[in-house]
């Protein structure tokens, strides 16, 4: 129905009752309890018997991680798949001008351990860096460096290529700080001219999802998500139903992407 502090707001003013008396900050509500919003009746399901959603969405440079933009510019949420009675939470961000994975789940315990630094959870990304990368710049990045917000550091570089001042590299990080990749190498009087994320935990990036489209895990993938976080599996999905319906809305999304593409007016040639 909304996030917590959305939920919470809405006890505050008043606005949810158990068994028809206001709700206060604390209750506790069993199954037997009837619980409603703006008068009208929830139903209640038990958090075990909920299956966990998780999808990966493959970022274009350009789209912002927010749900909403008062300039309008395009965000992720724009293309993700519709949810009757749940929403999608971000596990993680990624600023404008960096592309990759994101992963979106149902399930705001799972999100929450996955972004959090306790959890030690990796993230990997492609890095092209505009200059001469030495031997020290590796190594200082590797024993840590001393930014704004505190020690920062790659547990993990390696070179993958790339010839002059564009060479590519994979980086390794445990926490997902504002722009801590960029700024690491900015340390070393260095800039990444694409930055790009490939890997969550034991997530990678591959070719089910194109730039600007998502697919969902597979029951095997959010299990191994889930045991990274120490969380207790979940009852497995009603895949044949839930297949479908999804297959349904990624092929409405791929088709309206398609549209707008052909739509797009022709630029008018200069002479």
Known sequence: MGSRR????????????????????????????????????????????VPRRVIMYNKPEGELCTRN???????????????????????????INTSGLLLFTTDGEL??????????????????????????HVKNMVEGVMLEDG???????????????????????MEGRNREVRRLWESQGLTVSRLKRVRYGSIFLDKRARAGE????????????????GLPKRRKRDTTENREKIDRQRKKTRAIRNVNKHSRPKQEQTK
């Open 6 to 49: 959305e939920m919470e707001r809405l006890i505050e003013s008043g606005e949810i009752t158990i068994n028809g008396k206001t709700a206060t900050l604390g209750d506790r509500v069993s199954m037997q309890d009837m619980v409603a919003i703006h008068g009208r009746q929830i139903k209640l399901t038990a958090e075990e018997d």
């Open 111 to 136: 999100a929450n351990r996955l972004m959090h630094p306790s959890q030690q959870i990796e993230r990997e990304y492609a890095v092209r860096v505009m200059g001469d990368v030495q031997p020290e």
């Open 151 to 173: 020690l920062a550091k790659f547990t993990d570089v390696q070179e993958f290529g790339g010839e002059g001042i564009n060479t590519w590299f994979h980086v390794v990080i």
């Open 214 to 229: 998502w697919i969902e895990l597979t029951q095997q993938e959010i299990d191994q998500l889930t045991e990274l976080t």
């Open 69 to 95: 933009d008062p300039q309008g510019r395009r965000t992720v949420f724009d293309r993700l798949p519709k949810l009757k009675g749940e929403r999608w939470i971000s596990i993680g961000r990624l600023d």
